[in-house]
């Protein structure tokens, strides 16, 4: 089975400090994704990256940078957190360059900026 | 701007019944398509997927495709008040990447 792991369940942050969400899955894959889910705006993708070092804006990258040093492990980073970025942060990997492979998700991160 | 659109919802059932599932999407290339199920409070988990025109079956679970239309279904037959939860279709709509709809809430009825 898929494995894909996110450190922390439940973040509390102040607005301004920097936060990191870190992401970790098992299967090798080669794609990894950030989603924030909103009440009535569904899932959006944030940032993904198909490579090591590699990256690629989703929908809605603003305020958000994302960091791949290890094929294993991607990290979203905000850089001065505010409060319209409280979201459920979700992390998701899928497999090679082909428009078949299914996303797995990590079990996500409930983010609140105060 | 890729879309892919779905009834909010609540789709109410009683249990033992069909729930019929629906959606659409508006890019016409898009070739693969996918239904996650969502437990409130979790991450969603793949149910699915279907990349050919017709109907795909797994369990009580039947997806059905529409390329012409533009259109995807899923069909829960036997529904149990377990199979209550928000259900996303999701539509490839770039390299590698998934485009989600707003989901389908689903209340199974005992």
């Known amino acids: 089975d898929v494995k894909v792991t996110q450190s922390s369940r439940y973040l509390v942050k102040r607005t301004g400090e920097k936060v990191f969400l870190e992401c970790v899955q098992d299967?090798?894959?080669?794609?990894m994704f950030w989603y924030r889910q909103d009440p009535g705006l569904g899932l959006r993708l944030i940032y993904f990256?198909?490579?090591?070092?590699?990256?690629e804006k989703g929908d809605i990258p603003e305020g958000y940078s994302v960091s791949r040093e290890k094929k294993e492990r991607f990290s979203l980073i905000l850089e001065s957190a505010s409060t319209n970025q409280t979201s459920m942060y979700l992390c998701?990997?899928?497999?090679?360059?082909?428009?078949?492979?299914?996303?797995?998700f990590g079990n996500g991160t409930r983010l609140t900026v105060t | 701007q890729k879309e892919v659109e779905q009834n909010s919802g609540p789709l109410s059932v009683p249990e033992g019944a069909i729930a019929s599932l629906n959606c659409t999407y508006s890019?016409?290339?898009?070739?693969?398509f996918f239904w996650y199920r969502q437990y409130s409070g979790k991450s969603p988990e793949l149910i699915m997927f279907?990349?050919?025109?017709g109907d795909k079956e797994d369990g009580r679970f039947t997806a059905q495709l529409n390329k012409a239309s533009q259109y995807v279904s899923l069909l829960i037959r036997d529904s149990q008040p377990s199979d209550s939860a928000t259900y996303l279709c999701?539509?490839?709509?770039?390299?590698?990447?998934?485009?989600f709809g707003k989901g389908t809430m689903l209340l199974v009825s005992p």
């Open positions: 998701a990997s899928s497999f090679g360059r082909s428009d078949n492979s299914p996303l797995h």
């Open positions: 299967m090798d894959h080669e794609n």
């Open positions: 990256s198909y490579d090591v070092k590699m990256k």
């Open positions: 890019d016409r290339g898009s070739q693969s």
């Open positions: 279907i990349y050919s025109n």
């Open positions: 999701a539509v490839h709509t770039g390299y590698s990447t998934l485009t």
